[in-house]
């Protein structure tokens, strides 16, 4: 459990220096409290209008998923894309006037649309606002980008996040793009 628990910490510790050295996140120090001693970090989070506010343990979770989905992506690895979704027939994925209902659906449906790396292209996600409903509930709304060879497809997403079973997963997911 102590090795586990170590590597979790790890994994975090490499999130975040990730976040900060892209600008997503600041570090800033504040009087520790009177039980402990010298400073504590905390995560800050850079709204989408420009405002800074001190990120809660549910708001740098949800935003790990979704860097692990764009780091999947971006090897060309849709599985692991998908690991950031919820492994159920609940599954909820809804786009270009369509919606797949269920993990596995929603699965064939990437395959089918990107075959290969050079449809997947290169993925961004920005403008990223979570927004926590309640300890397992939160809403994030935020733009993708492709970058391909041939176009640069981009639009808007909301997910809705659930913590299930300690994890946090997207349960439903409403993704658009823009006009050409």
Request: charged fraction near 25%; include cysteine.
């Amino acid at each position: 459990m102590l090795k586990r628990f170590s590597w979790i910490r790890i994994e975090i510790a490499l999130l975040v220096g990730a976040l900060v050295l892209a600008g997503c996140i600041y570090i800033e120090e504040t009087p520790a409290t009177p039980l402990a001693s010298g400073f504590q970090p905390q995560v800050m989070v850079r709204s989408g209008e420009g405002e800074l506010r001190r990120a809660g343990d549910a708001d740098i979770e949800v935003r790990r998923v979704l860097y692990g989905q764009v780091d999947a992506w971006n090897r060309g690895d849709i599985p692991g894309f998908m690991e950031g979704y919820w492994k159920s027939p609940n599954l909820r994925f809804s786009s270009g006037g369509e919606v797949a209902t269920g993990w596995q659906e929603t699965l064939e449906r990437y395959r089918a649309r990107y075959p290969d790396r050079e449809a997947m292209g290169v993925l961004s996600f920005t403008e990223i606002e979570v927004t926590t409903l309640s300890p397992t509930a939160a809403v994030v709304q935020g733009r993708w980008a492709l970058a391909r060879s041939r176009d640069r497809p981009n639009g808007l997403f909301t997910l809705v996040f659930r913590k299930l079973d300690g994890e946090w997963v997207i349960v439903s997911d409403h993704t658009s793009a823009a006009s050409s």
